[in-house]
């Protein structure tokens, strides 16, 4: 397989295919990140292929379920408390006049991205570097608040922390308790979740 050659293209021609499941092997669908395609796999679910789920690309997350949308919140939590960990970076550079169409297809590759970390093996790595570039180059829509910018950046600086780390070794840093200790809380992210949903409409349903 070339990894280059987008879903349904010829001659090794990326034309842009959104991130997604898409039918590789019998029986299989494998990620599609936007750019190439990655080592994560699932059988093909009932009803068979037909490109990345749902209309329009990217993941149909109201199809998908609630469920999934517990698994990539709670990933997104520990993405947070890494970031409130690990202290750093600055995301800041990234733009503040993306338009609303631009910031939601970003946002739902990030949750696409974490679903799929989420269900994978312990010693796999987190590859981020994809969703951190596709963040940074996208930022956010004016008239976003300050405390929702803040936790924009603090998930784009978390992410690009833990690129190439295994589950196992984030774990390791710090483990999540977000019911139980008030300082794993970040206002600011609960700001940007919040905003997100607002603004592009919640993706689980």
Not at 26 to 31: H, T, V
Not at 94 to 104: G, I, Q
């Amino acid at each position: 397989m070339d990894e280059k050659q987008g879903p349904g293209e010829q001659g090794g021609q990326v034309g842009g295919a959104p991130a997604g499941w898409y039918a590789a092997e019998p029986g299989q669908e494998r990620w599609w990140d936007g750019a190439s395609w990655t080592g994560h796999v699932r059988p093909v679910p009932a009803g068979g292929p037909g490109g990345p789920a749902g209309s329009g690309g990217g993941i149909a997350w109201k199809v998908v379920g609630p469920v999934v949308g517990v698994v990539a919140v709670l990933v997104v939590a520990l993405v947070v408390t890494l970031a409130l960990t690990l202290g750093g970076g600055d995301a800041s550079d990234a733009p503040d006049d993306a338009t609303t169409e631009e910031f939601c297809d970003a946002v739902e590759e990030m949750y696409g991205a974490l679903f799929v970390f989420a269900l994978q093996e312990s010693d796999a790595p987190w590859e981020t570097g994809r969703v951190v570039e596709v963040l940074t180059e996208t930022g956010t829509p004016e008239g976003i608040s300050p405390e929702a910018r803040a936790g924009f950046e603090e998930v784009v600086t978390a992410l690009e922390r833990v690129d190439g780390m295994t589950t196992a070794e984030i774990e390791e840093i710090e483990e999540l308790d977000t019911d139980d200790d008030p300082d794993n809380d970040s206002p600011e992210s609960d700001a940007f979740e919040e905003y997100a949903d607002q603004t592009c409409g919640s993706m689980f349903g």
